[in-house]
């Protein structure tokens, strides 16, 4: 076990200044000028967007790696309910073995649906459905769940042929990184000069890291939470994560940054041997040695750790409060079409 920086992290930190990645540059203006002809297909009509018959919130980035998408939507459905409104959630399910659509339950595994999907089901207690194709996935949430009045479409802004609402682009502390598209920088499109329509920021990040303007997010650990207590639906407490402190303590993350969790612990005062995963790892066997004491994980990697599997290691699950700043509440709201009777 060590801190050796993963191949991911080496290419995110490769996008952030314009050197070497130069020699692409080729392939990422061949990259722009097909995703703005598809663009263009579709405000011209030979491609068209469809609707569901309900309003659609999508919440994405423009730039590859995870910049905080999940979070997000978890803070956007606890919006809507706050606003009387039936949320439902679409997401392809990155990972997944199944193909088709899914109607996510709290006990679909996460080889099946994807574990960010199932760690949305189990977190905001709302319908989810996966599909790779984010209109079918619309459609079959309709029709599996006619109470959803709104749908909030995790990942999807790059999905045109969903007909959106409003739109969610998510920024964390590397902004638009070397402001290159793929594969010589991070975009997945071109950062626009100015804010589209119908549309809002948000900076998973202490400051504004792009010249869009936007809302910050409060982002926080909530605490800790074992392992089996975690599956039964028990929240995280503070007093469980400090009780950790002075403990030798393996951290086992695989997600897109690794190494923000691993400073979070370290602000809490824990002291850790850090465990960086690939994004999305399947623990189809267990990543720490034999004989660990304590291992703590994120709730993207407790959605595929059975309890039982782990003994005798005890395994703390570890949550994320986030929040956005005051404002963007409303600004969400007031784009959003009214809900119907």
Excluded at 276 to 305: F, M, S
């Amino acid at each position: 076990m060590g801190s050796t920086p993963s191949w991911s992290d080496r290419l995110q930190r490769a996008w952030l200044v314009r050197g070497a990645a130069a020699l692409l540059l080729p392939l990422a203006w061949l990259f722009g000028a097909l995703t703005a002809l598809r663009r263009r297909f579709y405000r011209a009509g030979w491609l068209r967007s469809i609707t569901v018959g309900v309003p659609i919130v999508v919440v994405g980035n423009l730039i590859a790696g995870g910049a905080g998408k999940t979070p997000t939507v978890l803070a956007v459905v606890r919006l809507l309910q706050r606003h009387g409104r039936r949320p439902g959630i679409v997401s392809r399910g990155h990972g997944r073995d199944a193909a088709g659509v899914i109607d996510v339950s709290p006990a679909t595994p996460a080889h099946v649906c994807g574990d960010e999907p199932l760690l949305l089901r189990l977190r905001a207690g709302v319908p989810v459905c996966v599909a790779r194709d984010r209109v079918a996935a619309a459609q079959a949430l309709r029709r599996l769940h006619p109470e959803v009045d709104v749908i909030v479409a995790d990942d999807g802004l790059q999905h045109l042929k969903l007909r959106r609402d409003v739109q969610v682009i998510v920024f964390d502390e590397r902004g638009a990184g070397n402001g290159w598209l793929l594969p010589a920088g991070p975009l997945r499109e071109p950062l626009p000069a100015e804010l589209p329509a119908r549309c809002l920021v948000l900076y998973n990040a202490a400051r504004a890291s792009t010249p869009l303007p936007g809302w910050t997010a409060r982002r926080r650990l909530a605490g800790a939470v074992a392992l089996e207590a975690w599956w039964r639906g028990e929240p995280c407490t503070d007093a469980a994560l400090a009780a950790l402190a002075g403990r030798p303590l393996v951290a086992a993350a695989g997600t897109a940054r690794p190494q923000r969790f691993f400073d979070q612990l370290r602000e809490h005062g824990l002291q850790i041997v850090e465990l960086p995963l690939p994004d999305h790892h399947d623990y189809a066997t267990l990543p720490w040695t034999a004989g660990t004491a304590d291992v703590i994980v994120t709730e993207k990697d407790a959605v595929k750790l059975d309890p039982a599997r782990t003994a005798p290691t005890r395994v703390w699950v570890a949550a994320l409060d986030f929040a956005p700043d005051a404002g963007f509440d409303a600004a969400l709201i007031a784009l959003l079409p009214p809900a119907t009777e």
